[in-house]
């Protein structure tokens, strides 16, 4: 408009320290090879690719006509729902949890992810996250002022951190640790003697612990991944993030939980009071159908991702790549070719064969020289997508 002069916006500091958004260059970077009329196989996101199950659709549709939840919901949500969860966990891993204290609903697990740093950090103050880890713990972290201290994952611990290697000055001072098992990228699994030392530690240095346990629903082999509340003193000294993302296939609906000590899902609950009016009303039934519901979509998922996996690595020793097999997540971690970094090696395979995968090193620093690949098409997709890379002769 004429004589209007126009404002100069100044982003506040804490968007100018966001860390980089790692898969949104990956997307582009996809996107700009499928605009060339190439056939992309896009292994490199971690966004189901599976329906929701017919049940859980269904239970959305009967409730979306319901007047009562076409108004505001209560701000920390239904009861009903946190009763869900809480019968969940009670079935699936033995857990007694308070809906009303101990279970907080969330925007999905990565809202809470976010927001406990903010709940619990404040500027300068040390949390501790793992090395490979998922980028999202450092918005959180970097949205707070917070410092990271990494803890390094490596195969020689089976992808655990190892907590007599974290300095005693860092751990005394560090209020928050970020755990997450079955592992986003590695796919390891934890036992629950790990979880017995990490409740140790985190008591011993007075640290919160946030289980990550998105991909809970998903181990192979035989075994299910172990739930960090079912360990003596768990609530003592942290919370436990889960999401119907992975478990039903229900990403895009955005239903997650922080479940756990309750003054941390206090803390959580006071934070969204502030952001938001708690999830649609439909949502949350169809939730809860899904938590209440039939369970064998579930163990059949499970099954699947095993078999992708199995047709995968059946694959990969044709042409020479060998890797240990994930025991949890629908995702693998693979190393590279000798000669190459792991961006250097996605970007040829993306340019030559036409298949994404994500580079290891945006996972964090100990995450160079691999890649990660998600079990996410079907097992053809999957085994041409190794066959394409077999191709180019680099496992020879």
């Not at 994404?356 to 945006?362: D, K, M």
């Not at 964090?364 to 997709?381: K, Q």
């Not at 085994?383 to 020879?396: C, S, V, Y």
């Given at each position: 408009?004429?004589?209007?002069?126009?404002?100069?916006?100044?982003?506040?500091?804490?968007?100018?320290?966001?860390?980089?958004?790692?898969?949104?260059?990956?997307?582009?970077?996809?996107?700009?090879?499928?605009a060339?009329?190439?056939?992309?196989i896009?292994?490199?996101?971690g966004?189901?690719?599976?329906?929701?199950?017919?049940?859980?659709?269904a239970?959305?549709?009967?409730?979306?006509?319901?007047?009562?939840?076409?108004?505001?919901?209560?701000?920390?949500?239904?009861?009903?729902?946190?009763?869900?969860?809480?019968?969940?966990y009670?079935?699936?891993?033995?857990?007694?949890?308070?809906?009303?204290?101990?279970?907080?609903?969330?925007?999905?697990?990565?809202?809470g992810?976010?927001?406990?740093?903010?709940?619990?950090?404040?500027?300068?103050?040390?949390?501790?996250?793992?090395?490979?880890?998922?980028?999202?713990?450092?918005?959180?972290?970097?949205?707070?002022?917070?410092?990271?201290?990494y803890?390094?994952l490596?195969?020689?611990?089976?992808?655990?951190?190892?907590?007599?290697?974290?300095?005693?000055?860092?751990a005394?001072?560090a209020?928050?640790?970020?755990?997450?098992?079955?592992?986003?990228p590695?796919?390891?699994?934890?036992?629950?003697?790990?979880?017995?030392?990490?409740?140790?530690?985190?008591?011993?240095?007075g640290?919160v612990?946030?289980?990550?346990?998105?991909?809970?629903?998903?181990?192979?082999?035989?075994?299910?991944?172990?739930?960090?509340?079912?360990?003596?003193?768990?609530?003592?000294?942290?919370?436990?993030?889960?999401?119907?993302?992975?478990?039903?296939?229900?990403?895009?609906?955005?239903?997650?939980?922080?479940?756990g000590?309750?003054?941390i899902?206090?803390?959580?609950?006071?934070?969204?009071?502030?952001?938001?009016?708690?999830?649609?009303?439909?949502?949350?039934?169809?939730?809860?159908a899904?938590?209440?519901?039939?369970?064998?979509?579930?163990?059949?998922?499970?099954?699947?991702?095993?078999?992708?996996r199995?047709?995968?690595?059946?694959?990969?020793?044709?042409?020479?790549?060998?890797?240990?097999k994930?025991?949890?997540?629908?995702?693998?971690?693979?190393?590279?070719?000798?000669?190459?970094?792991?961006?250097?090696?996605?970007?040829?395979?993306?340019?030559k064969?036409?298949v994404?995968?994500?580079?290891?090193?945006?996972f964090?620093?100990?995450?160079?020289?691999?890649?990660?690949?998600?079990?996410?098409?079907?097992?053809?997709?999957l085994?041409?997508?190794?066959?394409?890379?077999?191709?180019?002769?680099?496992?020879?």
């Open positions: 408009m004429d004589g209007i002069k126009t404002v100069q916006i100044n982003p506040a500091d804490r968007m100018t320290g966001l860390p980089a958004q790692f898969f949104a260059g990956l997307v582009r970077k996809a996107n700009a090879q499928a060339k009329g190439r056939d992309v896009n292994l490199g996101q966004n189901p690719d599976q329906p929701t199950p017919p049940h859980i659709v239970a959305l549709q009967d409730a979306a006509p319901n007047p009562m939840y076409h108004r505001y919901p209560p701000f920390s949500g239904y009861p009903f729902l946190k009763q869900a969860v809480a019968q969940r009670k079935e699936d891993y033995g857990v007694d949890l308070d809906p009303e204290k101990e279970v907080a609903i969330l925007f999905g697990g990565k809202t992810l976010i927001e406990i740093s903010q709940c619990l950090l404040n500027p300068g103050d040390i949390c501790l996250v793992p090395d490979p880890g998922y980028p999202d713990y450092w918005s959180g972290v970097a949205l707070a002022g917070g410092k990271m201290e803890m390094p490596t195969s020689d611990n089976a992808f655990l951190p190892d907590y007599s290697a974290v300095s005693p000055a860092i005394d001072k209020k928050l640790m970020f755990i997450n098992y079955p592992n986003n590695t796919g390891a699994t934890a036992d629950p003697e790990f979880y017995k030392q990490t409740v140790e530690f985190a008591a011993k240095h640290i612990v946030a289980s990550d346990f998105a991909y809970g629903a998903i181990g192979f082999d035989g075994k299910q991944p172990v739930s960090f509340l079912q360990t003596p003193g768990a609530k003592e000294v942290g919370v436990e993030f889960y999401t119907l993302s992975k478990t039903y296939n229900m990403a895009g609906w955005r239903v997650g939980f922080a479940l000590n309750t003054e899902i206090s803390l959580i609950n006071l934070i969204q009071d502030h952001y938001y009016c708690s999830l649609f009303g439909g949502i949350q039934a169809a939730a809860a899904a938590l209440t519901g039939p369970q064998q979509c579930v163990t059949d998922l499970a099954a699947a991702y095993e078999s992708r199995n047709a995968l690595f059946g694959a990969m020793d044709e042409i020479g790549w060998k890797a240990a994930p025991s949890g997540s629908f995702f693998c971690w693979l190393p590279v070719p000798k000669g190459y970094t792991s961006s250097s090696f996605s970007d040829l395979v993306l340019e064969a036409d994404v995968l994500a580079p290891g090193v945006g964090g620093t100990h995450g160079e020289n691999y890649v990660r690949l998600g079990l996410l098409a079907s097992e053809e997709r085994q041409e997508a190794i066959h394409r890379i077999g191709k180019l002769g680099l496992f020879e």
